[in-house]
Protein backbone atom coordinates (compact mmCIF):
# COMPACT_ATOMS: atom_id res chain seq x y z
CA UNK A 1 0.00 0.00 0.00
CA UNK A 2 1.28 3.29 -0.66
CA UNK A 3 1.56 6.00 1.82
CA UNK A 4 0.54 9.16 0.45
CA UNK A 5 1.79 11.01 3.18
CA UNK A 6 5.48 10.35 2.89
CA UNK A 7 5.51 10.67 -1.29
CA UNK A 8 9.37 10.22 -1.00
CA UNK A 9 9.75 7.10 0.43
CA UNK A 10 6.81 5.76 -1.23
CA UNK A 11 8.73 6.47 -4.68
CA UNK A 12 11.98 5.23 -3.39
CA UNK A 13 9.85 1.91 -2.50
CA UNK A 14 7.84 1.56 -5.73
CA UNK A 15 10.94 2.36 -8.06
CA UNK A 16 13.22 -0.06 -6.04
CA UNK A 17 10.34 -2.83 -6.68
CA UNK A 18 9.20 -1.63 -10.49
CA UNK A 19 12.75 -0.31 -12.01
CA UNK A 20 13.97 -3.76 -13.17
CA UNK A 21 11.09 -4.87 -14.93
CA UNK A 22 10.03 -1.07 -16.12
CA UNK A 23 13.55 -1.10 -17.83
CA UNK A 24 12.90 -4.86 -19.50
CA UNK A 25 9.59 -4.12 -21.15
CA UNK A 26 11.73 -0.84 -22.74
CA UNK A 27 14.35 -2.35 -24.07
CA UNK A 28 12.30 -5.04 -25.33
CA UNK A 29 9.93 -2.61 -26.76
CA UNK A 30 12.65 0.50 -28.01
CA UNK A 31 15.10 -2.19 -28.49
CA UNK A 32 17.96 0.00 -27.28
CA UNK A 33 19.07 -0.05 -23.74
CA UNK A 34 20.20 4.22 -23.97
CA UNK A 35 16.20 4.93 -25.10
CA UNK A 36 15.56 2.04 -22.44
CA UNK A 37 16.75 3.86 -19.64
CA UNK A 38 15.57 7.38 -20.42
CA UNK A 39 12.43 6.47 -21.15
CA UNK A 40 12.11 3.99 -17.96
CA UNK A 41 13.13 7.84 -15.94
CA UNK A 42 10.43 9.40 -17.78
CA UNK A 43 8.01 6.59 -16.68
CA UNK A 44 8.87 7.01 -12.79
CA UNK A 45 8.71 10.84 -13.41
CA UNK A 46 5.03 10.74 -14.88
CA UNK A 47 4.57 8.31 -11.78
CA UNK A 48 5.91 10.93 -9.19
CA UNK A 49 3.62 13.47 -10.85
CA UNK A 50 0.74 11.66 -10.76
CA UNK A 51 1.04 9.52 -7.39
CA UNK A 52 -0.66 11.84 -5.34
CA UNK A 53 -4.20 10.57 -8.02
CA UNK A 54 -3.35 7.04 -7.79
CA UNK A 55 -6.33 5.31 -6.72
CA UNK A 56 -5.55 2.52 -4.51
CA UNK A 57 -7.98 0.28 -5.45
CA UNK A 58 -5.57 -0.60 -8.60
CA UNK A 59 -2.76 -2.80 -8.83
CA UNK A 60 0.31 -0.72 -8.54
CA UNK A 61 2.25 -2.86 -11.03
CA UNK A 62 -0.50 -2.52 -13.78
CA UNK A 63 -0.59 1.55 -13.03
CA UNK A 64 3.22 1.41 -13.65
CA UNK A 65 2.99 -0.67 -16.87
CA UNK A 66 0.43 1.02 -18.32
CA UNK A 67 2.29 4.57 -17.93
CA UNK A 68 5.26 2.57 -19.44
CA UNK A 69 3.32 1.67 -22.27
CA UNK A 70 1.82 5.22 -22.93
CA UNK A 71 5.57 6.47 -23.02
CA UNK A 72 6.97 3.83 -25.10
CA UNK A 73 4.35 4.47 -27.52
CA UNK A 74 5.17 8.11 -27.44
CA UNK A 75 8.61 7.68 -28.06
CA UNK A 76 7.67 5.59 -31.19
CA UNK A 77 5.62 8.09 -32.65
CA UNK A 78 8.40 10.70 -32.33
CA UNK A 79 11.25 8.41 -33.72
CA UNK A 80 9.40 6.25 -35.97
CA UNK A 81 11.02 3.35 -34.72
CA UNK A 82 13.27 1.37 -36.94
CA UNK A 83 15.67 -0.23 -34.30
CA UNK A 84 18.07 -3.37 -34.53
CA UNK A 85 18.05 -5.23 -31.14
CA UNK A 86 21.56 -5.25 -29.72
CA UNK A 87 23.73 -8.56 -28.08
CA UNK A 88 23.30 -8.47 -24.40
CA UNK A 89 19.26 -8.20 -24.32
CA UNK A 90 18.34 -10.61 -21.98
CA UNK A 91 20.27 -11.33 -18.75
CA UNK A 92 20.82 -14.36 -18.73
CA UNK A 93 22.96 -16.95 -16.83
CA UNK A 94 26.30 -17.48 -18.79
CA UNK A 95 27.14 -21.16 -18.88
CA UNK A 96 31.22 -21.69 -18.18
CA UNK A 97 30.92 -24.78 -19.68
CA UNK A 98 29.69 -23.32 -23.16
CA UNK A 99 31.49 -23.73 -26.05
CA UNK A 100 32.62 -20.78 -28.05
CA UNK A 101 30.53 -21.54 -30.81
CA UNK A 102 27.67 -22.52 -28.98
CA UNK A 103 27.45 -18.84 -27.43
CA UNK A 104 27.82 -17.27 -30.58
CA UNK A 105 25.15 -19.49 -32.06
CA UNK A 106 22.72 -18.83 -28.95
CA UNK A 107 23.03 -15.15 -29.30
CA UNK A 108 22.68 -15.01 -33.21
CA UNK A 109 19.39 -16.81 -31.99
CA UNK A 110 18.58 -14.56 -29.87
CA UNK A 111 19.19 -11.59 -32.20
CA UNK A 112 16.98 -13.02 -34.96
CA UNK A 113 13.89 -13.47 -33.05
CA UNK A 114 14.48 -9.92 -31.47
CA UNK A 115 14.94 -8.51 -35.09
CA UNK A 116 11.77 -10.17 -35.68
CA UNK A 117 9.84 -9.12 -32.60
CA UNK A 118 11.02 -5.32 -33.80
CA UNK A 119 9.06 -5.77 -36.76
CA UNK A 120 5.90 -6.51 -35.81
CA UNK A 121 3.16 -3.55 -35.07
CA UNK A 122 3.11 -1.79 -32.14
CA UNK A 123 0.36 -3.14 -30.59
CA UNK A 124 1.23 -6.89 -31.21
CA UNK A 125 4.74 -6.20 -30.16
CA UNK A 126 3.72 -4.85 -26.91
CA UNK A 127 1.43 -7.92 -25.88
CA UNK A 128 4.20 -10.24 -27.23
CA UNK A 129 6.49 -8.38 -24.59
CA UNK A 130 4.31 -8.40 -22.08
CA UNK A 131 2.65 -12.13 -21.95
CA UNK A 132 5.63 -13.85 -23.56
CA UNK A 133 8.78 -12.37 -22.55
CA UNK A 134 7.67 -10.76 -18.63
CA UNK A 135 5.05 -13.39 -18.36
CA UNK A 136 1.87 -10.95 -17.29
CA UNK A 137 -1.41 -12.81 -17.37
CA UNK A 138 -3.92 -11.92 -19.55
CA UNK A 139 -5.97 -9.50 -17.44
CA UNK A 140 -2.72 -7.55 -16.33
CA UNK A 141 -1.61 -7.37 -19.88
CA UNK A 142 -5.40 -6.04 -21.01
CA UNK A 143 -4.95 -3.54 -17.96
CA UNK A 144 -1.57 -1.96 -19.05
CA UNK A 145 -2.86 -1.66 -22.62
CA UNK A 146 -5.93 -0.73 -21.68
CA UNK A 147 -8.50 -3.09 -23.58
CA UNK A 148 -10.52 -6.62 -23.00
CA UNK A 149 -8.82 -9.66 -22.34
CA UNK A 150 -10.66 -11.30 -25.45
CA UNK A 151 -8.23 -8.69 -27.27
CA UNK A 152 -5.20 -9.55 -25.68
CA UNK A 153 -6.07 -12.65 -26.66
CA UNK A 154 -6.03 -12.13 -30.29
CA UNK A 155 -3.46 -9.65 -30.61
CA UNK A 156 -1.40 -12.09 -29.20
CA UNK A 157 -2.44 -15.01 -31.02
CA UNK A 158 -1.81 -13.27 -34.37
CA UNK A 159 1.12 -11.41 -33.16
CA UNK A 160 2.54 -14.94 -33.03
CA UNK A 161 1.18 -15.97 -35.90
CA UNK A 162 2.61 -13.21 -37.68
CA UNK A 163 6.55 -13.81 -35.64
CA UNK A 164 6.36 -17.41 -36.42
CA UNK A 165 5.81 -15.99 -40.41
CA UNK A 166 8.46 -13.65 -40.05
CA UNK A 167 10.83 -15.99 -38.66
CA UNK A 168 10.03 -18.73 -41.64
CA UNK A 169 10.51 -16.06 -43.67
CA UNK A 170 13.71 -14.79 -42.77
CA UNK A 171 14.84 -18.68 -41.75
CA UNK A 172 14.69 -19.37 -45.66
CA UNK A 173 16.63 -16.14 -46.50
CA UNK A 174 19.40 -16.53 -44.13
CA UNK A 175 19.97 -20.58 -45.58
CA UNK A 176 19.16 -19.93 -49.07
CA UNK A 177 21.81 -17.33 -48.93
CA UNK A 178 24.20 -19.27 -47.29
CA UNK A 179 24.03 -21.73 -50.02
Not at 109 to 120: D, M, N, V, Y
Amino acid sequence: MIDLKNLESSIIVIYNEHYLDVFRFLVCFSGNQNDAEDLTQEVFIRVLKSLPNFKTDTNIKTWIFSIAKHVAIDHYRKKKFTAIFKDGFFTRLESKDKKPDEELETTELEHFIHEAISRLKPNHRAVVILRGINEFSVKETAAILQCSESKVKVDYHRALRDLKRKLNVEAGEVFSNAK
